[in-house]
């Protein structure tokens, strides 16, 4: 505490400054994208194409299928970003997606709007290009719904 502080009787401790989170690079969150592709969705793929139906040519002639596929993507991918503010993926490569406002867990209709808001984004292609050219690396998605996706360390969470 500061002596200035003490003579005039205010003894509020003074803050500290709080750390700034680190940003994700967007290598780093494509390499996690791919992953969750390879670790979540393939294997929905597969379960939907040999499980439910009678293989590949059944899954592709079906309107149903690939909407469920992606349908039950974006509900895990949502549950474990609410729950644990990561994928798989994500957690490879120690990023993780949080609320700009708070620094917590995004809620699950957040995060499953963010999905949405992805699929939409990654259609378009305009929506993915807005990390290459922000400062803050956001893409269209993370700044609809206010979230960041940030470099998740141990210096960080203390």
């Known amino acids: 505490m500061r002596f200035r502080n003490i003579k005039k009787n205010n003894t509020k401790p003074e803050k500290k400054p709080e ?14 994208f791919i992953t969750d592709m390879f670790m979540i969705y393939a294997p929905i793929l597969y379960i939907i194409t040999y499980g439910f139906m009678d293989g590949k040519d059944d899954f592709l002639d079906s309107d149903i299928a690939p909407l469920l596929a992606v349908s039950v993507y974006g509900i895990i991918y949502s549950i474990l970003h609410s729950q644990l503010g990561q994928t798989p993926g994500k957690k490879a490569y120690e990023i993780k997606v949080v609320n700009i ?19 939409i984004s990654a259609a378009s292609i305009i929506g993915l ?27 960080l969470k203390s």
């Not at 406002?101 to 699929?119: D, H, I, M, Q």
């Open 129 to 155: 290009i807005f990390p290459l050219y922000k400062k803050d690396k956001k893409a269209l998605h993370d700044l609809i719904c206010g979230s960041v996706v940030i470099v998740d360390s141990k210096e």
């Open 19 to 32: 750390k700034k989170a680190k940003l994700a690079k967007t290598t780093d969150r494509i390499k996690a």
């Open 101 to 119: 406002r708070t620094g917590e867990n995004l809620s699950f209709f957040r995060a499953f709007c963010r999905y949405v808001l992805f699929l």
